[in-house]
């Protein structure tokens, strides 16, 4: 016999005899005529029946079927055997309770199987699907103290719908009813399923709370089939309301007053404060148009609920407003709890009154943060911020949030000249709910929109190099169309970078390299940013996906009206400094994929371009892109990787150590699985760099050309992911598989990976710690 196949004999005797132990060994903790449930089998006997049909049908029915055996690998059950091995606890905590009960699973015996239940559950089943007919018994199977249950089933032919009616009559419910019947999931020739009748009825019920029946219930519908008036097979199907239908369910209501309670809570409610339904006498001073708002100590301008409410006096009742104004209450910010009432104040004219009660959130609060930081960019550091946030501002629903924060990096690693950065500054941000502009803005949105507002200032210090002012200010508004689609447009997002304290070390460093020369140099970047977002990653879904785009737009119509073009030694400035001009965007694509509750995969790819022109060379540095650190290519520390084919180790200078590009490309995959409650764990791996438009005598490779896939840095690792519920701690630990900078054909670094050479592992295991999952 070949070696090979020897071996490969070996290796299944050794799991066949592994198999068997393990299988005896959990057989022999049961009692004395007790037998292991191994499962359930359901065998169909039916020739006519497609193989499709017949196959579905048997999925359903095995899933129905309780309770379920021991889960098993390989025809192994080692969750049985942990709990079978394990000690029985004292208590209710410590090693043998977690291995018995959190790791183990209690045995499911044949005594615990009601054969007959499931029998019943098989043959109802079956009926509920159309098979009228059916009929079911079932056998038990022993051997070796092991037992499985075997249910063959005679369905008989499946019926079909011959014909739907709907009630004819001249009621308006009735009407109603039958104008909806043109979308009816009821169709003739499909197979009787009480599923869709089911649903058949929410629909109804769904049409009908869309035409002012708030008080119609699905169970006010009875779908009646009869199977005598046809023959082959064949049932017929009236849709009717039921006779034992309540009066105020079949008639049409619409809006009488709307009333607010902009303060409520239930203490208020004891001590008898808010009376709720009110006298209408009481109502009339509180009136604001065609709304009350019962707000005596004027915590909130009226007219928050003139946008946010989407019923008036008049209105005909509809599911569709009634949610709007709900999701556009919570959206708001400043309530805590929203809560809803219907009250009916005319019973003969069909009309009730609308109360909404609001409970607000704590209106200001104070927040004082530390940070401890350590990066993978042999840095470690802290930071403080004291924010505030008014979330009732101009008691219009208006939020600002205001914020101080100073923080200190220092180096742990890495090159002796990569400077500490100390870093404090300060921003203010104020969020109206509405678009402010000289135009009108309608939003039948479930989400209010909003105009943002913000400045803010940083002063950061490289020791022994330089030191920068940076003023930021923003204008813009961002708006939902639903929940999975979100605009973000600032009109004007300015940026001014003021260097100062340039020491004689940097400057005579900066002479001989023009990317450091720029980053000292003062900048001026304005012009809109438009990002559009859709993700239905909410969503109970097998299959998920996120999508980011950004268009970036700065100094365009500026360079247009002034003629600017650098190239022709027509630079202009504004107060003296040359402003910026570019077009750059970037795409974040993301799709995530649940293999179950505890496993999945969640991967990336990002694209993105800056492209300089008119009264701009080059890209400014805070508007370039970065590839390295713990949310990008884990295997190179932060800010290292490129551009291109680059070699940062060939450049001495501290700046050197974040390497920009005007283009990006990444991708990264992440398999993902729950090990025990708050342990997770993760295998990943990453591709990307970041490479020049123009060409750098300083750093050659550093271009984008047709080479860039050669280019392509990759690595992979492990990571360790403690889920808090109020934070995740991230630590992944990654090297390289393929550096951009080695020499052409020799990038790939699996001949070089020595696990044992201490050298090794500190310039190539990186690892990089983080707060929350990298994407």
């Known amino acids: 016999m070949d070696k090979n196949y020897q071996t490969y004999f070996r290796y299944l005797l050794t799991f066949g005899m592994a198999s068997a132990a393990l299988s005896c060994s959990n057989t022999r903790f049961l ?182 029946f708030y008080y119609f219930h699905p169970d006010n519908i009875i779908v009646q089939a009869d199977s005598t008036v046809s023959k082959n097979h064949k049932v017929e199907l009236n849709v009717k309301l039921k006779d034992n239908t309540p009066d105020i369910s079949t008639e049409q209501f619409s809006i ?37 708002v019962i707000d005596p100590e004027h915590k909130f301008k009226p007219k928050i609920f003139d946008r946010a409410l ?31 009432e219907f009250i009916v104040s005319d019973s003969l004219q069909h009309k009730f009154d609308t109360y909404y009660l609001l409970t607000p959130r704590q209106l200001q609060s104070l927040r004082l943060e530390t940070l401890g930081r350590t990066n993978s960019a042999n840095y470690a550091g802290s930071e403080v911020n004291l924010n505030w946030t008014h979330r009732n501002f101009f008691r219009g629903a208006e939020q600002f949030k205001a914020s101080v924060y100073g923080a200190f990096d220092f180096q742990i690693g890495g090159p002796e000249n990569a400077k500490n950065i100390f870093r404090t500054g300060a921003t203010a941000q104020l969020s109206i709910p509405r678009i402010v502009a000289p135009f009108r803005f309608n939003s039948s949105s479930a989400f209010v929109p909003r105009t943002n507002i913000s400045l803010g200032y940083e002063f950061q210090n490289r020791t022994e190099y330089y030191s920068l002012n940076t003023f930021t200010g923003s204008f813009g508004y961002v708006w939902k169309e639903n929940a999975r689609k979100e605009h973000d447009l600032k009109i004007l997002d300015i940026t001014y970078v003021s260097p100062a304290n340039i020491t004689p070390l940097y400057e005579e460093k900066a002479a001989k ?8 140099e003062k900048q001026l970047i304005f012009g809109p940013i438009y990002s559009y977002t859709y993700t239905n ?42 402003f910026s001009q570019f077009a750059k965007i970037e795409n974040d694509f993301r799709f995530y994929h649940k293999f179950s509750e505890k496993t999945s995969l969640a991967t990336r790819a990002i694209a993105g371009i800056a492209y300089p022109y008119g009264n701009s060379e080059h890209i400014p540095f805070s508007r370039q892109f970065f590839s390295g650190g713990s949310n990008s290519v884990r295997a190179f520390r932060a800010r290292t990787l490129g551009p291109g084919s680059f070699d940062p180790r060939t450049i001495e200078e501290g700046y050197y150590f974040d390497q920009s590009g005007d ?23 990453d591709a990307g760099n970041v490479w020049l438009i123009n060409e750098d005598t300083a750093r050659p490779g550093a271009k984008f050309s047709k080479d860039f896939l050669s280019e392509i840095a990759v690595g992979a690792g492990v990571g360790l992911r403690l889920d808090f519920s109020i934070l995740i701690l991230r630590l992944d630990l990654a090297m390289p598989l393929r550096v951009p900078y080695y020499e052409k054909g020799d990038r790939w670094a699996f001949d070089r990976i020595n696990f044992g050479d201490s050298s090794w592992r500190k310039d190539n295991l990186i690892l990089n710690i983080a707060i929350g999952y990298p994407f």
């Open 513 to 520: 390299n023009d990317a450091m020369r720029r980053v000292v």
């Open 256 to 292: 009488d007053k709307v009333i607010v309670f902009p303060n409520y809570n239930i203490q208020d409610v004891k001590d008898g404060k808010y009376n709720v339904p009110m006298n209408a006498d009481s109502l009339e001073k509180y009136r604001h148009k065609d709304i009350y």
């Open 663 to 685: 283009v990006k490309l990444e991708l990264n995959a992440e398999y993902r699985a729950n090990l025990y409650k708050f342990l997770n764990v993760a295998v990943f791996a």
């Open 310 to 340: 989407y019923f008036k006096t008049g209105d005909l009742y509809n599911r569709t407003n009634h949610n709007l104004t709900l999701n556009r209450l919570i959206s708001l910010g400043i309530f805590k709890f929203v809560k809803n």
């Open 31 to 212: 009692k004395e005529g007790q037998m292991l449930y191994t499962g359930a089998e359901v065998k169909i006997e039916n020739d006519t029946l497609p193989k499709k049909e017949k196959k579905d049908l048997q999925s359903a029915l095995e899933a129905n079927l309780t309770p379920k055996p021991n889960s098993s690998f390989l025809g192994l059950r080692p969750k049985l055997y942990f709990y079978n091995i394990a000690k029985e606890p004292k208590k209710e905590k410590g090693f043998n309770y977690w291995l018995k009960y959190k790791i183990g699973e209690k045995p499911v015996l044949l005594g615990d199987v009601d054969r007959e239940f499931n029998k019943d559950i098989i043959v109802n089943y079956s009926e509920n699907k159309g098979y009228f007919n059916a009929q079911a018994t079932y056998d038990t199977i022993s051997k070796n103290r092991k037992a499985k249950v075997i249910y063959t089933v005679k369905p008989g032919a499946r019926y079909l719908i011959s014909e739907v009616k709907f009630q004819k009559d001249s009621s308006l419910v009735n009407q109603e009813i039958r104008n909806t019947s043109e979308r009816t999931l009821l169709k003739k020739g499909n197979p009787f399923d009480l599923d869709v009748i089911k649903s058949e009825r929410e629909r109804i019920d769904n049409r009908l709370k869309e035409r002012g």
């Open 537 to 578: 990653t909410m969503l109970p879904k097998s299959n998920t996906f996120y999508y980011k785009g950004t268009l970036d737009l700065a100094g365009n119509l500026t360079g247009l009206l002034t003629g600017a073009n650098v190239k022709k030694d027509k630079e202009k400035s504004i107060f003296g400094v040359p």
